[in-house]
């Protein structure tokens, strides 16, 4: 019987694949056989994480590119196509908030910079946009391919203190919905298009926000937990799972799903 959760062999485009979400999701795949096409805006994490895949027994290249810059993002499709022929999979992983755009309890929305709003903004939306406009193109060609991109719970219910990167989320699953719908209806049942939805998980962006100088837990992490039925925080590698699956022949009906992978968080009134 054929593995329906079998993705060895395809061929992924990974944005964000330095940071610490697109590293894991990588390494993942690239573990599951498939080939890795590494890609993010800082070389020397590029490189560094295109060593690691490899050294893990991956195939992979590293392609530097900027998802706000769509002929970066038509460079980066010519040279895939050139390389392996076509794109199987595209995972938007790149995006996360910024200092200037996080209201502390001291500060106030209105105090918080235009531009920091619009880089925010646009590094979560139009980065998720952009990529899928010109990687979606050319699975379009085929018609096949898998787009995943990444909301928050953010995207779920209001969180205080990052109006910017919730309000991007929010357009992430609405936008993951839109292009799911449009892909079927145009070109078929062989492009899919889902999100995942991360609860909560401790990394370099949050961590002043959630763990206190003396590793003990914030408030914020207190009212995080107590809303989690699980009772923890997520660790970075049990997103990998849902990613490999909505990959894979298993998910072949499922197209606009935003997946809470939360602990129960989303589904919870806190009662």
Same mark, same amino acid.
């Given at each position: 019987?054929? +593995?329906? !959760?079998?993705? #060895?062999?395809?061929?992924?485009? /990974?944005?964000?694949?330095?940071?610490?979400?697109?590293?894991?999701?990588?390494?993942?795949?690239?573990?599951?056989? /498939?080939?890795?096409?590494?890609?993010?805006?800082?070389?020397? @994490?590029?490189?560094?994480?295109?060593? #690691?895949?490899?050294? %893990?027994?991956?195939?992979?290249?590293?392609?530097?590119? =900027?998802? $706000?810059?769509? *002929?970066?993002?038509?460079?980066?499709? *010519? @040279?895939?196509?050139?390389?392996?022929?076509?794109?199987?999979?595209? $995972? =938007?992983?790149?995006?996360? =908030?910024?200092?200037?755009?996080?209201?502390?309890?001291?500060r106030h929305f209105h105090e918080m910079k235009i531009a920091d709003w619009e880089k925010v903004t646009s590094l979560n939306l139009n980065g998720t946009v952009y990529p899928s406009m010109v990687i979606g193109k050319v699975?379009? #060609?085929?018609? %096949?391919?898998?787009?995943? +991109?990444?909301?928050?719970?953010?995207?779920?219910?209001?969180?205080?203190?990052?109006?910017?990167?919730?309000?991007?989320? &929010?357009?992430?699953?609405?936008?993951?919905?839109? $292009?799911?719908?449009?892909?079927? @209806?145009?070109?078929?049942?062989?492009?899919?298009?889902?999100?995942?939805?991360?609860?909560?998980?401790?990394?370099?962006? +949050?961590?002043?926000?959630?763990?206190?100088?003396?590793?003990?837990?914030? #408030?914020?992490?207190?009212?995080?937990?107590?809303?989690?039925?699980?009772?923890? !925080?997520?660790?970075?590698?049990?997103?990998?799972?849902?990613? @490999? !699956?909505?990959?894979?022949?298993?998910?072949?009906?499922?197209?606009?799903? /935003?997946?809470?992978?939360?602990?129960?968080?989303? &589904?919870?009134?806190? /009662?």
């Amino acid at each position: 019987m054929d +593995n329906l !959760f079998c993705i #060895e062999g395809k061929v992924a485009i /990974v944005t964000g694949a330095g940071g610490v979400l697109g590293g894991s999701i990588a390494l993942s795949l690239a573990k599951a056989g /498939v080939k890795i096409v590494a890609t993010d805006i800082r070389p020397e @994490q590029l490189e560094t994480r295109v060593e #690691e895949l490899r050294a %893990a027994g991956g195939e992979a290249i590293g392609i530097t590119g =900027n998802v $706000l810059d769509p *002929e970066s993002l038509e460079k980066l499709a *010519e @040279q895939v196509i050139d390389k392996w022929g076509r794109v199987d999979i595209l $995972l =938007n992983i790149a995006g996360g =908030n910024m200092p200037g755009a996080t209201i502390n309890p001291d500060r106030h929305f209105h105090e918080m910079k235009i531009a920091d709003w619009e880089k925010v903004t646009s590094l979560n939306l139009n980065g998720t946009v952009y990529p899928s406009m010109v990687i979606g193109k050319v699975m379009a #060609e085929r018609k %096949a391919g898998c787009i995943i +991109n990444v909301s928050s719970m953010a995207a779920f219910a209001a969180l205080t203190r990052i109006p910017g990167y919730s309000a991007a989320k &929010a357009g992430v699953s609405n936008f993951t919905q839109w $292009l799911a719908t449009e892909m079927a @209806q145009k070109y078929g049942d062989g492009i899919r298009v889902n999100a995942i939805a991360p609860g909560f998980f401790i990394g370099d962006q +949050n961590r002043a926000m959630l763990i206190n100088p003396d590793g003990s837990l914030t #408030e914020r992490s207190q009212k995080i937990l107590a809303k989690t039925p699980m009772g923890r !925080f997520g660790d970075i590698t049990e997103l990998n799972g849902a990613v @490999q !699956f909505l990959c894979s022949d298993a998910a072949s009906f499922i197209t606009g799903v /935003v997946l809470p992978i939360d602990g129960g968080f989303s &589904a919870f009134s806190g /009662v």
